[in-house]
């Protein structure tokens, strides 16, 4: 028998129920802007994975070699670069819903452009294009999902955001696959033709489009940020600390330095893994769409227990070890001298990557004010758009130059060290927030 002092069983079961339940409540009860960003969310991790799988695919099929691919793939990420800042200006100046209205209509435009056109030169200009009014998701998503939750519901919705763009979105490796297959059936061609894959593209475009219809109900966020401390302190009369009061521009300079070079090793793998499975194993647009939707949906069901880990390590540990973790598994993939061994080694990289994004976020977001947290989700749209543009290109350049296997190499020594500036610059600090809590 118990002690009067000790709890019974059934007395701690209930101390841990309550507050699951209670954070279950707080979490599903949200705001109606973000159903409408995450169904948006949705339709855009469906239209990634499509392209993933067939744009590549389909400039390879007319005729251009690795090392044009990565210069072309870099071209969405360049034009992200170029229109991240003034983007975010305009969303500043015009507001966020109408930004990411134009995205929801120019973006699939430009995607079915790419579908229609096979010159070289036309590609590398509409890719760009399409990258420069893609950009409009990137630089609003985070902002206005960190604005409309509260504290508690945040980190899910960070990790449900996630999950649906790299989890659920991955069924799109499937349709990526399966079109080109029915397709080349109906015409009698094969399911890796130019024809074939162009109505993949085509499937991508539409999910851009359809799902964006909904956010012409999205609201304008007003005077929904929380006052900051130096804010309150004006109001009140007092001047805030000098400190408050200016950019912290070293700590931006800390947050996004590693962030590029783990972009850099990300770019460099991910941007070109369907064409290297195409030309190391020789795989059609079938069994590639299935190992890539089981990679994505595994890894994106995965990412649903990053607030789990969080509970029991620091983000900042748990984001450097997974990706000190990830480094040798992308050796792995290179070098795996079966398709089952790479498809392990893809999958397991997949989960470490959908864990770490949605801890990565709400760590970055954690160390500045909110009202500096818009700025750094551009600044981070920028060290994106230059990672998955000279990665690829690099990756690219060894695979033609060296070997299918070199560019992995590559990924790894980035992944490598991106960690270890982390901890170099925040490993000794406390990593509480500057600002309000996420």
């Known amino acids: 028998m118990s002690s009067v002092s000790d709890p019974s069983p059934q007395s701690s079961a209930n101390e841990q129920v309550q507050p699951m339940l209670k954070g279950m409540k707080e979490f599903w009860h949200l705001p109606r802007n973000v159903y409408l960003l995450l169904f948006f969310t949705l339709g855009k991790g469906f239209q990634l994975s499509i392209a993933a799988l067939t744009l590549n695919y389909y400039v390879h099929s007319i005729g251009y070699l690795p090392d044009f691919i990565g210069i072309f793939s870099a071209m969405s990420a360049i034009g992200a670069m170029i229109g991240a800042v003034p983007v975010g200006l ?23 452009a790419l579908a229609l056109v096979t010159s070289a030169p036309w590609l590398i200009i509409i890719n760009l294009l399409q990258g420069l009014v893609s950009t409009a998701y990137w630089v609003t998503n985070l902002p206005l999902l960190t604005e409309s939750t509260t504290e508690k519901q945040r980190v899910g919705v960070l990790a449900l955001n996630s999950f649906l763009l790299l989890g ?15 397709v080349g059936g109906l015409l009698h061609v094969s399911a890796a033709s130019t024809v074939a894959l162009r109505y993949g593209l085509f499937a991508a475009a539409s999910f851009t489009f359809i799902f964006g219809l909904p956010l012409w109900l999205l609201r304008e966020p007003r005077n929904t940020r929380v006052p900051e401390p130096d804010e309150v302190l004006e109001a009140q009369g007092v001047a805030p600390a000098p400190s408050r009061k200016s950019r912290p521009v070293g700590l931006f300079l800390k947050l996004l330095i590693p962030d590029l070079i783990f972009t850099m090793g990300e770019g460099a793998v991910v941007a070109l893994i369907q064409v290297y499975f195409v030309l190391r194993f020789n795989l059609l647009p079938g069994p590639l769409g299935v190992i890539f939707t089981i990679s994505g949906l595994a890894g994106g069901i995965f990412s649903l227990t990053a607030p789990l880990f969080v509970r029991r390590w620091s983000k900042l540990r748990l984001v450097t070890t997974v990706q000190y973790l990830s480094a040798p598994l992308m050796v792995l993939i290179g070098f795996a001298p079966t398709l089952p061994l790479a498809i392990t080694g893809e999958y397991a990289r997949s989960f470490m990557r959908t864990l770490i994004e949605p801890v990565y976020a709400a760590f970055a977001m954690e160390q500045v004010s909110n009202r500096q947290r818009a700025t750094l989700a551009g600044l981070y749209s920028v060290t994106w758009s230059i990672g998955f543009s000279v990665g690829p290109a690099v990756a690219g350049w060894l695979q033609t130059s060296i070997s299918l296997s070199a560019s992995f190499v590559y990924g790894a020594f980035c992944l490598l060290l991106a960690p270890t500036f982390l901890l170099l610059f925040f490993g000794r600090k406390d990593t509480a927030p500057h600002g309000v809590e996420m």
């Open 168 to 182: 659920v979105g991955s069924l799109g490796n499937l349709l990526g696959g399966f079109i080109p297959e029915f």
């Open 90 to 112: 305009l969303a500043d100046r015009w507001g966020r819903k109408p930004v990411l209205l134009l995205t929801a209509i120019l973006s699939p435009l430009s995607l079915a």
